[in-house]
């Protein structure tokens, strides 16, 4: 069964800090992959997607995944943290032709320190 | 042009009430979907539609939950009669070519 993995349920760092949230998946077909950000009393907003081609994904707000095959991860990152990143993330994956059905990650709480 | 749109975004209702939740989609997206998100079991997908048509409704949780879609910019989520475990955020969601946008919930508690 098709299941995301997100190892760190709370990851704390200071502003300015380079940041890497970590997300595995298990699928057997080529991947949707996406990253959605949740802040307190919000939607989830769509912050990156791949579905093919580069392996490297830009997305808003200066985040970037890289899409690793062989290590069936697909990590988020941000070179430097702002106090508004602060929220929780979450890793889903579309398993379903044209990725019409999302699973998702139990997400990982993201805490800015000053 | 307007996200997913979905009221109320707040309602406290008693047990044994009838709860409905309204979901209005991303013009032009042929795909809608319910989610419930709880502390306990994340985000959990209740069931979608595709074209107004119900596709997959293997995550509702029992009988006394039901959506409808009657055309393409309406959908509602009924819970009759609620208890106080249906407590939790209740997202819409819609989508064209995959990436799924959501609304801002409707955050329901049922004393």
């Known amino acids: 069964a098709q299941s995301v993995t997100q190892p760190d349920i709370h990851i704390t760092v200071s502003e300015g800090a380079s940041l890497e949230l970590r997300c595995n998946y298990s699928?057997?077909?080529?991947?949707?992959l996406f990253w959605y950000v949740q802040s307190p009393g919000q939607g989830l907003q769509l912050l990156l997607k791949?579905?093919?081609?580069?392996?490297l994904v830009q997305g808003i707000k200066g985040f970037e995944a890289e899409f690793k095959r062989s290590q069936s991860s697909f990590n988020l990152r941000k070179p430097s943290v702002h106090w508004s990143d602060a929220a929780e993330y979450f890793c889903?994956?579309?398993?379903?032709?044209?990725?019409?059905?999302?699973?998702f990650g139990q997400g990982t709480r993201l805490t800015i320190n000053p | 042009d307007a996200g997913v749109i979905q009221s109320p975004r707040h309602e406290v209702t008693e047990m044994g009430q009838e709860v409905t939740l309204r979901c209005k989609p991303i013009?032009?997206?042929?795909?809608l979907f319910w989610y419930r998100q709880t502390m306990m079991r994340g985000l959990e997908l209740l069931i979608y539609?595709?074209?107004?048509?119900?596709?997959?409704d293997s995550g509702m949780p029992e009988d006394r939950f039901s959506a409808k879609m009657p055309n393409a910019s309406f959908s509602t989520l009924k819970i009759q009669p609620s208890e106080p475990r249906d407590s939790a955020v209740y997202f819409c969601?819609?989508?064209?070519?995959?990436?799924?946008?959501f609304g801002p919930g409707t955050r329901l508690t049922v004393t």
């Open positions: 013009s032009g997206h042929d795909y």
């Open positions: 699928y057997g077909a080529t991947p949707y």
């Open positions: 539609f595709n074209n107004n048509v119900p596709i997959d």
């Open positions: 969601a819609s989508s064209r070519t995959g990436a799924q946008y």
């Open positions: 889903a994956v579309g398993v379903i032709q044209g990725a019409q059905k999302l699973v």
């Open positions: 791949y579905f093919s081609g580069d392996t």
